[in-house]
Nanobody
Framework: QVQLVESGGGLVQPGGALRLSCAASGFSLDFYAIGWFRQAPGKEREGVSC????????YYADSVKGRFTISSDNAKNTVYLQMNSLKPEDTAVYYC????????????????WGQGTQVTVSS
């Protein structure tokens, strides 16, 4: 059974940093793409970043390029999202999602989702 558990969210001041974790179970990261998404109140869900070990591919939304870094520890079956230089507009619930198959991060949809972790950037 595929399970994803996010952690690491919290309250941080503008300019601060957080590291989110997505602990995966029931499958191997070697064969799945893991995406990070976020949804702020009243806004649509936004794709933030993605990593696919199978083809050594990473993706970042323009809004987070240069500030966020995605990484994968396949031995721990965990994906991380290091978020630096946080801005108030980064405030959202962050979700990780997984999808198997050859398309990797280019998949049109992700089938398995975590419960989300709240990130609040405020002074």
């Amino acid at each position: 059974q595929v399970q994803l558990v996010e952690s690491g969210g919290g309250l941080v001041q503008p300019g601060g940093a957080l590291r989110l974790s997505c602990a995966a179970s029931g499958f191997s990261l070697d064969f799945y793409a893991i995406g990070w998404f976020r949804q702020a109140p009243g806004k649509e869900r936004e794709g933030v970043s993605c990593i696919s070990s199978r083809d050594d591919y990473t993706y970042y939304a323009d809004s987070v390029k240069g500030r966020f870094t995605i990484s994968s520890d396949n031995a721990k079956n965990t994906v991380y999202l290091q978020m630096n230089s946080l801005k108030p507009e980064d405030t959202a619930v962050y979700y990780c999602a997984a999808e198997p198959g050859g398309l990797g991060c280019r998949t049109p949809s992700f089938g398995s989702w975590g419960q989300g972790t709240q990130v609040t950037v405020s002074s």
